[in-house]
């Protein structure tokens, strides 16, 4: 037959997902680690990776990273489970809590993953918008839930792109006023320096996700994780892929994990370079940043799209949300090394400073 009938009904409309990649000499649109894997790391990979037999299966739950992972964290391999990447496990949440008749609470402006999944598993979502500053409207979100209807619930913390981390003393508060699932996307907390996992032992409903794609370097290879109570996790199992996270990315992950410390200075630098580009933005005229926890700064600016396009032009690429729902106006540059920041810096700069003197000459003329 030369014709094939319509996929699933929530299929239309819906946009495959666009990370926005194109080619660059400073990449500052991923949110990723601007330094990849140290050589004796590699080395140590390398030979680790010689020793997969590759005609075999993986082991299904990665078991040797997840006991690496539960014993950093306090906790026995029955906390944790491993996905290819955060965002397997995005989707195995929304298969597991969502579904026809089910309801997602969503906080956005946030990560667009989330309101996709829920889509494709025709899960309802009800938005509770945050604040102008991009706070969570923490009543709005308790009154809400208090309706008993809601299964699941997504705190970013530090939310992508808007940068802040959720008040620990709310996301307390939430899940002691709810039976829902609470999901506390931890992807960036490493920058953050803050973590929910004390909230753990006392709350069955938490289920805590990070991922090896950003502190880790490791965007690449796609691991990422969950912390819960071994029910949850159970529940999780149920919906993930058997085979999710092949043999390689198994190794590379605990390669990766024992070598952790390693990664502490970039980590640093990062920080210390959020605090530098932070002050450097908000020095720029008409530029202004918002506060980040995370390895990327917000920033809202006129002519954000054209200044986009003369960054990008530039060899620097941020990610453009200026046409975003609740971000118009707004870019977003992950941290890089310190010599691509300075890039970036000196490329806003000269925007804002031709936009200003095109505007002197137009006054000129018109005088
Ligand atoms: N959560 C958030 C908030 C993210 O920004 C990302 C990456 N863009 C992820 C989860 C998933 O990351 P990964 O699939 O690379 O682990």
Redesign the pocket.
């Known amino acids: 037959m030369n014709k094939v009938r319509q996929p699933a009904p929530q299929l239309e409309g819906l946009v495959p997902y666009d990370p926005k990649y194109l080619p660059a000499e400073a990449y500052l649109s991923?949110?990723e680690n601007p330094r990849d894997v140290d050589a004796e790391v590699r080395a140590d990979i390398a030979r680790r990776i010689a020793a997969v037999p590759l005609n075999r299966y993986p082991d299904p739950l990665a078991n040797r990273l997840r006991d690496l992972i539960a014993e950093a964290n306090g906790l026995a391999r029955e906390n944790v489970l491993i996905g290819n990447?955060?965002?397997?496990l995005?989707f195995d949440l929304a298969l597991a809590w969502g579904g026809p008749g089910r309801k997602f609470l969503n906080l956005p402006p946030?990560?667009s993953?989330y309101a996709a999944n829920a889509r494709l598993t025709n899960t309802a979502c009800v938005d509770v918008p945050r604040r102008d500053d991009f706070s969570i409207d923490e009543e709005a979100v308790l009154r809400r839930l208090a309706a008993g209807d809601i299964d699941f619930v997504i705190v970013?913390s530090p939310?992508?792109p808007t940068g802040e981390r959720a008040p620990l003393p709310f996301i307390e508060q939430l899940l002691n006023a709810t039976d829902a699932l609470v999901m506390v996307?931890e992807?960036?907390f490493e920058f953050s320096r803050e973590t929910v996992r004390p909230l753990l032992d006392a709350h069955e409903n938490l289920v805590i996700?990070r991922?090896?794609?950003?502190a880790f370097s490791l965007?690449g290879v796609?691991?990422?994780y969950i912390l819960a109570s071994p029910w949850v996790i159970d529940q999780f199992a149920k919906v993930r892929q058997p085979y999710s996270v092949d043999a390689v990315s198994q190794v590379v992950g605990e390669a990766v994990f024992q070598n952790r410390a390693r990664f502490e200075p970039g980590i640093r630098e990062i920080i210390e370079e959020r605090g530098r580009v932070q002050e450097a933005l908000r020095a720029i005229p008409g530029v202004r940043p918002y506060p980040s926890d995370a390895n990327w700064i917000l920033f809202r600016m006129e002519g954000a799209d054209a200044a986009w396009e003369y960054l990008y032009e530039r060899g620097v690429l941020v990610r453009d949300f200026s046409h975003a729902p609740g971000l118009e106006g707004c870019l977003r540059a992950t941290i890089g090394t310190p010599e691509q920041n300075d890039r970036l810096l000196a490329g806003l700069r000269a925007f804002v400073a031709a936009r200003a003197e095109e505007r002197a000459r137009a006054a000129r003329a018109s005088a």
């Open positions: 991923a949110n990447g955060g965002d397997e995005l946030t990560f993953v970013t939310n992508n996307d992807a960036y996700l991922t090896f794609s950003k965007a796609r691991l990422g």
